[in-house]
């Protein structure tokens, strides 16, 4: 089985926090802070790797969480940061933010990689937080939380030329005499039943040529095999449709031709648009006269058409060499998909969301989690710097906007809190 799409879930490294220490060494009196910073957590990176030609590999295995940073330690000791984790995806492969439905990157060269979540920030150690005044501090900041996200990965097969056409029009015969490609021949439809890539190469020149399974009428709608498979071609640089002249299996070729353009129309109106050269295939057990009126019928739609046998080699070399000589300066296909552009705008500085939990007001997001973390409540300096970040953060307006009266408890990322509204301007606020 050819997989060629994946949903997947990533996570990085939670950033590891910041130590609480103090010197205590003999004969070195007010020895002072002396907490680390916790390590900073792990990227999701998704690399691009020739080896691999299948998604098959995120079939059983769904989620990719990076590690977390290790906590800082005494002695001004720095947490080790997480090792990144690195995700192998085959070339071609196009990765999708799945809530947002945006293309995020396109690993279309070898090595190409993106950094799909990046690690949480190391926590900063008591240490740090010394100053003139404060010169014992017994608090340090949590490391912040890393990045949770679904994403969509699609393989797109990198090729110059797609086959397109009915179920046992010689396609995959055709690929088979043109390149050194073995893929299933028989008598019957779609024996071709995944994409196959064949490399067509004369002395210095090469291009790329993938056998799209057979597409019939209604295809759009999930008839035969779908349209699954056309994601393939639409990268390529042509569309060659290969046409059975001979109609031995009982299907008009010029009705099979207009029905295959229709079903790329009703996939993609740039489907349509792309370069196509057809194709009419079996001319060594078709009618000559049939033959000639179809070449004639189908040029004056504004299409070049070839005559060839696949079996016979007949119009073969011709064929051939128009694809060398011609392909490779046709220009390459822009992708639909709406691509993610950075946007820089200020980060929210304080992201939490007020809901109820158990029948009670609640606060959560990664602000508040880290900054519960981040407190000492036994300590007057870390509580009263807990007070002022309720205030500046708008938590406390928040509280209010939802109508949370005094004494009313709250949950603030799991833990009970009686709210009691205070003011920013004097620096008291009591929670």
Same mark, same amino acid.
């Given at each position: 089985?050819?997989? $060629?799409?994946?949903?997947?879930?990533?996570?990085?490294?939670?950033?590891?926090?910041?130590?609480?220490?103090?010197?205590?060494?003999?004969?070195?009196?007010?020895?002072?802070?002396?907490?680390?910073?916790?390590?900073?957590?792990?990227?999701?990176?998704?690399?691009?790797?020739?080896?691999?030609?299948?998604? *098959?590999?995120?079939?059983?295995?769904?989620?990719?969480?990076?590690?977390?940073?290790?906590?800082?330690?005494?002695?001004?000791? =720095?947490?080790?940061?997480?090792?990144?984790?690195?995700?192998?995806?085959?070339?071609?492969?196009?990765?999708?933010?799945?809530? *947002?439905?945006?293309?995020?990157?396109?690993?279309?060269?070898?090595?190409?990689?993106?950094?799909?979540?990046?690690?949480?920030?190391?926590?900063?150690?008591?240490?740090?937080?010394?100053?003139? #005044?404060?010169?014992?501090?017994?608090?340090?900041?949590?490391?912040?939380?890393? #990045?949770?996200?679904?994403?969509?990965?699609?393989?797109?097969?990198?090729?110059?030329?797609?086959?397109?056409?009915?179920?046992?029009?010689?396609? !995959?015969?055709?690929?088979?005499?043109?390149?050194?490609?073995?893929?299933?021949?028989?008598?019957?439809?779609?024996?071709?039943?995944?994409?196959?890539?064949?490399?067509?190469?004369? *002395?210095?020149?090469?291009? &790329?040529?993938?056998?799209?399974?057979?597409?019939?009428?209604?295809?759009?709608?999930?008839?035969?095999?779908?349209?699954?498979?056309?994601?393939?071609?639409?990268? !390529?640089?042509?569309?060659? +449709?290969?046409?059975?002249?001979?109609?031995?299996?009982?299907?008009?070729?010029?009705?099979?031709? +207009?029905?295959?353009? +229709?079903?790329?129309?009703?996939?993609?109106?740039?489907?349509?648009?792309?370069?196509?050269?057809?194709?009419?295939?079996? &001319?060594?057990?078709?009618? $000559?006269?049939?033959?000639?009126?179809?070449?004639?019928?189908?040029?004056?739609?504004?299409?070049? #058409?070839?005559?060839?046998?696949?079996?016979? +080699?007949?119009?073969?070399?011709?064929?051939?060499?128009?694809?060398?000589? *011609?392909?490779?300066?046709?220009?390459?296909?822009?992708? $639909?998909?709406? =691509?993610?552009?950075?946007?820089?705008?200020?980060?929210?500085?304080?992201?939490? =969301?007020?809901?109820?939990?158990?029948?009670?007001? !609640?606060?959560?997001?990664?602000?508040?989690?880290?900054?519960?973390?981040?407190?000492?409540? !036994?300590?007057?300096?870390? =509580?009263?710097?807990?007070?002022?970040? &309720?205030?500046?953060?708008?938590?406390?307006?928040?509280?209010?906007?939802?109508?949370?009266?005094?004494?009313?408890?709250?949950?603030?990322?799991?833990?009970?809190?009686?709210?009691?509204?205070?003011?920013?301007?004097?620096?008291?606020?009591?929670?």
């Amino acid at each position: 089985m050819f997989y $060629d799409q994946a949903t997947i879930e990533v996570r990085s490294g939670h950033g590891g926090n910041g130590c609480v220490s103090f010197r205590r060494e003999k004969y070195i009196p007010d020895g002072g802070p002396d907490g680390g910073h916790g390590g900073r957590g792990g990227d999701v990176i998704f690399r691009a790797d020739k080896s691999i030609n299948t998604l *098959e590999a995120f079939r059983y295995r769904r989620h990719f969480f990076a590690k977390d940073g290790q906590n800082g330690m005494g002695n001004l000791r =720095t947490g080790a940061s997480a090792d990144d984790l690195i995700v192998q995806v085959p070339v071609g492969t196009l990765i999708f933010d799945d809530e *947002e439905g945006i293309l995020i990157a396109d690993l279309k060269e070898e090595g190409d990689e993106i950094v799909a979540a990046k690690g949480g920030r190391g926590g900063r150690g008591n240490a740090s937080f010394k100053n003139s #005044v404060r010169q014992a501090p017994k608090f340090a900041s949590a490391g912040t939380t890393g #990045v949770e996200r679904t994403l969509r990965l699609e393989l797109r097969l990198l090729a110059d030329v797609a086959l397109l056409g009915y179920p046992n029009a010689g396609k !995959s015969t055709l690929l088979s005499v043109i390149s050194a490609a073995k893929p299933k021949i028989a008598d019957y439809p779609f024996t071709t039943i995944q994409p196959v890539l064949g490399v067509v190469q004369r *002395e210095e020149s090469s291009i &790329i040529v993938a056998d799209v399974p057979g597409i019939i009428e209604n295809a759009s709608e999930g008839a035969g095999m779908g349209l699954d498979f056309l994601r393939h071609a639409e990268r !390529s640089r042509l569309l060659l +449709h290969i046409v059975d002249a001979s109609g031995l299996y009982g299907v008009d070729p010029l009705d099979a031709f +207009h029905t295959i353009n +229709h079903e790329l129309k009703s996939y993609k109106s740039s489907m349509a648009k792309k370069e196509q050269w057809v194709v009419l295939n079996k &001319i060594d057990v078709a009618d $000559d006269e049939i033959v000639d009126l179809l070449a004639s019928e189908i040029s004056a739609e504004g299409y070049r #058409v070839f005559k060839v046998s696949a079996v016979t +080699h007949a119009g073969v070399n011709e064929l051939v060499n128009a694809l060398l000589s *011609e392909v490779p300066h046709l220009p390459e296909p822009e992708l $639909d998909e709406e =691509t993610a552009i950075p946007v820089y705008r200020p980060k929210e500085a304080f992201p939490f =969301t007020i809901g109820r939990k158990m029948g009670l007001v !609640s606060v959560e997001g990664p602000f508040i989690r880290e900054l519960m973390l981040s407190t000492n409540f !036994s300590d007057t300096e870390s =509580t009263r710097r807990f007070q002022r970040l &309720i205030v500046q953060s708008g938590i406390e307006a928040a509280l209010l906007e939802a109508d949370v009266t005094d004494g009313e408890t709250v949950l603030l990322d799991g833990s009970h809190f009686e709210f009691y509204a205070g003011s920013s301007d004097d620096d008291e606020l009591y929670i």
